[in-house]
């Protein structure tokens, strides 16, 4: 039985006060969520405020990026072993922004997988399609491509150490969902190219939906059976909304 993992990716967004009254909400509402893992992804210069306010609770944390390198002449990057300084759980690689408006490609993001494995972080691995490539038919083809490069890297049973979030790129932040039918379809076609290669390794991986999830579409897009959780935005920095969802998955 797969736990499902509710992440909250906060992207750019928070000052000090809002993140804490964010955190104080999903505190406290937070022992009421049964079934899932609760994990919150703040920007960099927060996480020693969420590493404060969060241990000794249920809930984890982790960053939205981490440098392909361990230390040095990097300006303005943030190491893994720095990530670890602040006890991270996990670590988002290869977001949809991150690919499309910093320039990471495949073998970037297969890279920060493999750092952040070795570090002893969670990759949240996010692979998705864009509108035009949808349109185009080749939604799998993508995503096959995007995991592989990853499996290439690592190797299929290094998946295991991580998680994927499937994230269309058209439903991330639009408002449009893709419908749990869409969804599930490529959950299934994942876990399927993954079982191809590494039957146990599938079955075991933790495959997150993400793209416009709210508190009214979780709960039957978390109903499909390969959906194992969400990856969320604009939803997750309410924590009513948060926690909603975070019911939903069980
Ligand atoms: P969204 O973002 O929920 O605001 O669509 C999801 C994501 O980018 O991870």
Known sequence: ??????????????????????????????GDVKVAEVAVCPPFVYLADVQEQLS?????????????????????????????????KYVIVGHSERRTLFGEDDATVATKFAVARDNGLKPI???????????????????????????DKVGVAALADGVIAYEP??????????????????????????????????????IQYGGSMNAGNAAELLAQPDIDGGLIGGASLKADDFLTICRAAG
Do not use: Y
Not at 1 to 27: F, V
Not at 65 to 82: C, D, H, R
């Open 1 to 30: 039985m797969r736990q499902p993992l509710i992440a909250g990716n906060w992207k750019m967004n928070g000052t000090r006060e809002s993140i804490k009254a964010l955190l104080d909400g999903i505190k406290a509402g937070i």
């Open 56 to 88: 000794g609770t249920p809930i984890a944390w982790g960053a939205q990026n981490l440098s392909t390198e361990l230390k040095g002449a990097f300006t303005g990057e943030v190491s893994a072993p720095m990530l670890n300084d602040f006890a991270c």
């Open 125 to 151: 691995l996010c692979v998705g399609e864009t509108l035009e490539e949808r349109e185009q038919g080749v939604t799998e083809k993508v995503v096959a491509r995007q995991i592989q490069a990853v499996i």
């Open 169 to 206: 790129v058209w439903a991330i932040g639009t408002g449009k969902t893709a419908t749990p039918e869409q969804a599930q379809a490529v959950h299934a076609f994942i876990r399927g190219m993954i079982a191809e290669q590494d039957a146990g390794v599938a079955e075991a991986l933790r």
